[in-house]
């Protein structure tokens, strides 16, 4: 089985290669990683990622790679709309004439963030700015394709590798006397590491499945419970705090304020929880906890001076 890597150096496809690699060594699997030197150089040429695809024939197509700049997509409108809808839509193309399976990640950005209560992957959709409408977009295009796919939905990324929140809230602690963090977003955050684990469990799973169509579709993929940006990072500091390291704001210095006293290019959906029910049911898997896997993250991170300094 040949496994194709579009976005092997973001945070999810950094991870992907180390869980996939039990899969190369028992199965015979191996990974091609498709990437120019920068994300857009690669996702920005769809006819150069189908050259690509007809050229390895893969069997299972990883499509960890979009353009996330949130705030700058309202700028590039048309670079996002390439990236993150045309390019999964050649994918698509290509892995319904190969059949093959194609995995793709989407987000919690494709709703409104209206109501108090979890999304299901049916309930209606409502982007609210431009990187929203183009990872909904891709994800329609997956699904008009006929290809078979698995389109997974995450919240809140993060990673011991790449730039995330995390590490912004550890670099500020060490440069600032005080922080002001939105308290009224509520997510999950989920770890690259948690998000790449169930990826290859996936396609375990998919290379035993004989029909296909009852396994096809989209999923929500995230960590269990949820909680602010403002609680997401009073967590972080809490931790770091504990392991001695040396922070110029205390988590007692960390100052919950409104969406609304922190005005961004993109508009962000106030409710970015998502119901996991169905990838826990169909795919036989427990999700932790997201605590779990920030603390998991910090330890690596604090016990690293080359990750994190003060």
């Known amino acids: 089985m040949k496994i194709l890597l579009f976005g092997k150096n973001g945070q999810v496809g950094w991870e992907l290669q180390r869980s996939l690699a039990p899969l190369t060594a028992s199965d015979r699997l191996f990974i091609v990683g498709s990437d120019s030197p920068t994300l857009c150089g690669s996702l920005a040429n769809p006819e150069g990622i189908r050259q690509t695809i007809q050229t390895v024939k893969p069997d299972v197509i990883i499509n960890a790679a979009a353009y996330t700049a949130v705030d700058k997509a309202e700028q590039e409108p048309k670079l996002a709309q390439t990236i993150n809808a045309e390019a999964p839509a050649v994918m698509a193309d290509e892995a319904r004439r190969l059949n093959a399976w194609l995995i793709h990640y989407s987000t919690d950005y494709v709703f409104d963030g209206s109501g108090d209560q979890p999304r299901t992957e049916t309930d209606s959709t409502g982007p609210l700015n431009v990187y929203g409408r183009t990872k909904l977009s891709g994800e329609n295009n997956i699904i008009e394709s006929g290809c078979a796919h698995v389109i997974l939905r995450t919240s809140w990324v993060y990673a011991t590798y790449g730039s995330n929140f995390v590490k912004t809230i550890l670099r500020l602690a060490c440069e600032r006397d005080l922080l002001k963090i939105v308290d009224d977003q509520l997510g999950a955050p989920t770890g690259a590491e948690l998000i790449a684990d169930v990826t290859a469990h996936i396609i375990r ?19 269990q419970g949820c909680v602010s940006w403002y609680g997401f990072a009073r967590f972080i500091l809490e931790q770091a705090a504990e392991t001695g390291m040396p922070l110029n704001i205390l988590p007692e210095n960390v100052h919950p304020i409104f969406t609304t006293d922190y005005p961004t290019p993109a508009k962000r959906p106030l409710n970015s929880r998502l119901n996991i029910t169905k990838i826990q049911k169909t795919f036989d898997v427990c999700l932790p906890e997201w605590q779990i896997g920030v603390s998991r993250v910090l330890a690596e991170m604090l016990t690293d001076p080359i990750t994190v300094k003060c």
């Open 205 to 223: 799973a998919l290379r035993q499945q004989k029909n296909e169509t009852a396994v096809s579709g989209l999923y929500h993929l995230t960590a």
